[in-house]
């Protein structure tokens, strides 16, 4: 497998490169494979891609027409203006950890490996999954898992591994797995773990908060029409996205005018997600929890009243 499979390739790029003459945005380069598929359908088009990972830059495209901005998708607007890309006709975004951080990056985002406790994107900055699960209190811990992992033992682990760090601080993927063992239930395991891992990772990155800033800012960064385009992996993420797409908010409450008429800015193309054949997820297995979404910019219908 290489840095990454790029999952729902054709779908995704099908449904957000509408003309070769556009701006598009890959908000998630990773290896670069969405990218590489956006930019061979493009004549005078232009691809602008974002990655706050160090190690993306070593697959960058050689191409004049691609543009790599190292940073977090939070910060669409400011570098789509920064390098005069603004506003666009398409926006990409891939939520998935890629392979090579699961795989090759050695920093704990998987309990199969023995790895560091490490699991930021940005390996640069920020805190790591270490500083969260030895120093965070037992109660913000088990809020964690609570909201990122949906877990309802949440106070259970938390209080488990409070009772594991005091004899010992946690460092490794596998220290953190045997000192939540005895709370896994029996046939669930990986399940459970999957969850564990999910939320020390999306509270070490900030993930929801930077998700929620990203889609706000595609509202404006997009052209009339523009695409965007969303591959989400858990439920959490794909709640944001689906009501973002229908209401503009993240409650999913569609606001109407006076008249009556719906107030969004985007009209929903996927009434249902898109998700991968039975063929991608045999040969990428990664790929089976993930659900495209797509909506298209549109300004809202505004009547006059006539006194």
Excluded: W
């Excluded at 908060?209 to 591959?231: H, K």
């Excluded at 991968?276 to 495209?292: D, G």
């Amino acid at each position: 497998m290489g840095y990454h499979d790029p999952v729902l390739l054709r779908e995704s790029v099908d449904s957000v490169v509408l003309s070769p003459d556009g701006v598009y945005v890959d908000a998630t380069y990773g290896g670069g494979g969405h990218s590489s598929e956006i930019l061979s359908r493009l004549d005078n088009g232009r691809l602008v891609a974002f990655d706050q990972d160090k190690d993306a830059q070593s697959q960058l495209l050689d191409d004049p027409r691609f543009t790599f901005v190292d940073s977090n998708f939070k910060n669409l607007e400011r570098f789509l203006k920064y390098h005069g890309a603004y506003p666009v006709d398409g926006i990409l975004a891939d939520l998935g950890v890629s392979s090579h951080q699961i795989d090759e990056g050695a920093r704990g985002f998987s309990y199969r490996s023995d790895d560091i406790l490490d699991m930021r994107m940005n390996a640069r900055s920020g805190k790591s999954a270490r500083d969260v699960v030895n120093g965070y209190e037992q109660q913000a811990l088990a809020d964690v898992f609570y909201k990122y992992g949906e877990l309802h033992e949440g106070r259970i682990l938390a209080a488990r591994i409070a009772k594991c760090r005091e004899a010992a601080p946690i460092c490794t993927t596998f220290q953190l797995v045997e000192a939540v063992r005895p709370c896994l239930p029996k046939g669930r395991e990986n399940k459970h773990l999957s969850r564990i891992f999910q939320a020390i990772r999306i509270e070490v990155n900030d993930e929801m908060s930077a998700l929620e800033s990203f889609l706000r800012q595609t509202v404006s960064a997009l052209n009339d029409g523009g695409r965007l385009a969303v591959i989400s992996y858990h439920s959490l993420e794909d709640r944001l996205v689906k009501n973002f797409m229908r209401s503009g908010n993240f409650q999913g409450e569609v606001e109407k005018d006076f008249f009556g008429n719906p107030q969004t800015p985007f009209k929903v193309i996927t009434r249902k997600p898109l998700l991968p054949s039975e063929e991608e997820i045999s040969v990428n297995t990664r790929a089976r929890s993930a659900k495209l979404r797509v909506a298209e910019k549109t300004t809202p219908v505004k009547h006059e009243v006539n006194i």
